[in-house]
């Protein structure tokens, strides 16, 4: 049974930092490319970043790039994200997702999905 699991969020200021962990179990972790991506109340599911399957290659949206930094561990089945600089803006639930192939900012690219973990912001 496939499982991803985030953890890391939090209610935190504006301008803070949070690392958020997505911990991967019953699949071949190196194999997938690892994105995540953040919902809002009444808003679709947005991308944020990728990270190919070797970590070389890195991806981010607009909103947070300069901001937001995306990792993996691929030894320890577990991806990363860093989110500096935080805003109220940022507010939202965060899942990871991994995918074997296809456009990685699309969200019904990616196979499998971890239950999200919620970030707050505030002003």
């Known amino acids: 049974q496939v499982q991803l699991v985030e953890s890391g969020g939090g209610l935190v200021q504006s301008g803070a930092s949070l690392r958020l962990s997505c911990t991967a179990s019953?699949?071949?972790?190196?194999?997938?490319?690892i994105g995540w991506f953040r919902q809002a109340p009444g808003t679709e599911r947005d991308f944020v970043a990728s990270?190919?399957?070797?970590?070389?290659?890195?991806y981010y949206s607009e909103d947070v790039k300069g901001r937001f930094t995306i990792s993996r561990d691929n030894a320890k089945m577990t991806a990363f994200l860093q989110m500096d600089n935080l805003k109220p803006e940022d507010t939202a639930v965060y899942y990871c997702a991994a995918a074997r192939n296809g456009n990685i900012g699309y969200p019904g690219t990616y196979n499998y999905w971890g239950q999200g973990t919620q970030v707050t912001v505030s002003s």
């Open positions: 990270i190919s399957r070797s970590g070389k290659n890195v």
């Open positions: 019953g699949l071949a972790f190196g194999n997938y490319v």
